[in-house]
């Protein structure tokens, strides 16, 4: 009867309100199978508990919400055979379309093909895809740690250390090239020695900064590939002795709430993460109902915030 046009809207009010009174509910796993549409999605992120990543998420369900959709959300923790798990999972599950930001350690494809033969709508964000044909939905990462890093150049800082993370992550290879070519637009000689990979959560931060202070020559600005490592490394720093921005200035990347209460706070970059979670499932829905639209990577805002981390 939903919606049905011989059906009055008189006729339709009387029986709504009877169904109500008796307590009846809506069938909706008979009316989805009769769609062959589940109005479901599931989400796939490394860790729920990041600010970004939760902030993604709070984006993904509100748009979902206002379309009658559910959201199944999984964090794979950075691993690929958890993200390999999570994927069979949501397939079986036979959810309408997957909204994913890929693992650090994923360089491996099988289970993203997987989801391409089951022609399974799938949208990747903050971290670019390439390995199936996908929309993407990011931000200038390369701009946006050109613009850091040249920050601190124009500040007086000669000698940077960066902060990257997996090079599998198109991220930290697209911030790494920034940082790089900041150094190279003003003829500042690129020192290897001066970038540390690890998988910047706090406790990389505190190992970095006592490395750092083991160097002969200590640098004079940081920038980090996100905020958390940048965040406990300047606060190891601070408690050796070490003046922030004065003696070392640092720059994080990733806006984490945390960054504006710390002393001092924390210059980083704003990735607009609810509008990232937003437009992700928009472009998701669009596609679950046009399954030939056109992919395409699309680029959202962001912007460089300047606190007292890195300006004296």
Same mark, same amino acid.
């Given at each position: 009867?939903?919606? &049905?046009?011989?059906?009055?809207?008189?006729?339709?009010?009387?029986?709504?309100?009877?169904?109500?009174? $008796?307590?009846? @509910?809506?069938?909706?796993?008979?009316?989805?199978?009769?769609?062959?549409?589940?109005?479901? !999605?599931?989400?796939?992120?490394?860790?729920?508990?990041?600010?970004?990543? =939760?902030?993604?998420?709070? *984006?993904?369900?509100?748009?979902?919400?206002?379309?009658?959709?559910?959201? !199944?959300?999984?964090?794979? $923790?950075?691993?690929?055979?958890?993200?390999?798990?999570?994927?069979?999972?949501?397939?079986?599950? %036979?959810?309408?379309?997957?909204?994913?930001?890929?693992?650090?350690?994923?360089?491996?494809?099988?289970?993203?093909?997987?989801?391409?033969? +089951?022609?399974? /709508?799938?949208? @990747? @964000?903050?971290?670019?895809?390439?390995?199936?044909?996908? &929309?993407?939905?990011?931000?200038?990462?390369?701009?946006?740690?050109?613009?850091?890093?040249?920050?601190? !150049?124009?500040?007086?800082?000669?000698?940077i250390v960066h902060f990257t993370g997996s090079e599998n992550v198109s991220i930290y290879q697209d911030r790494l090239k920034g940082y790089k070519e900041a150094l190279h637009k003003h003829n500042i000689t690129e020192d290897p020695t001066l970038i540390?990979?690890?998988?910047?959560? /706090?406790?990389? *931060?505190?190992?970095?900064?006592?490395?750092?202070?083991?160097?002969?020559?200590?640098?004079?600005?940081? @920038?980090?590939?996100?905020?958390?490592?940048?965040?406990?490394?300047? +606060?190891?720093?601070?408690?050796?002795?070490?003046?922030?921005?004065?003696?070392?200035?640092?720059?994080?990347?990733? &806006?984490?709430?945390? *960054?504006?209460?710390? =002393? /001092?706070?924390?210059?980083?970059?704003? %990735?607009? /993460?609810?509008?990232? *979670?937003? !437009?992700?499932?928009?472009?998701?829905?669009?596609?679950?109902?046009?399954?030939?639209?056109?992919?395409?990577?699309?680029?959202?805002?962001?912007?460089?915030?300047?606190?007292?981390?890195?300006?004296?």
């Amino acid at each position: 009867m939903a919606n &049905n046009p011989r059906v009055t809207k008189k006729t339709r009010d009387l029986i709504q309100a009877k169904a109500k009174e $008796l307590g009846y @509910f809506r069938n909706t796993l008979a009316s989805n199978l009769r769609s062959q549409k589940t109005r479901t !999605i599931g989400v796939i992120v490394p860790h729920i508990s990041r600010y970004f990543l =939760s902030t993604v998420i709070a *984006g993904i369900e509100e748009v979902a919400f206002e379309n009658d959709y559910r959201v !199944i959300i999984c964090q794979s $923790l950075d691993q690929l055979e958890r993200e390999k798990q999570l994927t069979d999972t949501l397939l079986s599950s %036979q959810v309408d379309g997957i909204i994913m930001s890929i693992s650090m350690e994923t360089n491996q494809y099988e289970h993203l093909e997987k989801i391409e033969t +089951q022609k399974t /709508p799938i949208v @990747f @964000f903050d971290r670019k895809c390439e390995a199936i044909p996908a &929309n993407n939905i990011l931000i200038d990462d390369f701009a946006r740690a050109f613009e850091a890093t040249e920050h601190l !150049i124009l500040s007086g800082r000669k000698r940077i250390v960066h902060f990257t993370g997996s090079e599998n992550v198109s991220i930290y290879q697209d911030r790494l090239k920034g940082y790089k070519e900041a150094l190279h637009k003003h003829n500042i000689t690129e020192d290897p020695t001066l970038i540390y990979k690890s998988s910047l959560k /706090p406790a990389d *931060g505190k190992i970095l900064a006592r490395q750092i202070l083991e160097l002969k020559e200590i640098p004079d600005a940081i @920038f980090s590939a996100n905020d958390l490592a940048a965040i406990s490394c300047m +606060q190891e720093l601070q408690e050796s002795g070490v003046k922030i921005p004065h003696d070392i200035a640092i720059v994080g990347f990733s &806006n984490e709430p945390l *960054g504006a209460y710390t =002393s /001092p706070s924390l210059s980083s970059v704003n %990735q607009n /993460p609810l509008e990232m *979670g937003k !437009i992700a499932t928009q472009t998701l829905l669009h596609q679950i109902e046009n399954p030939d639209v056109v992919q395409e990577t699309k680029l959202l805002d962001s912007s460089l915030i300047l606190r007292n981390s890195s300006i004296i």
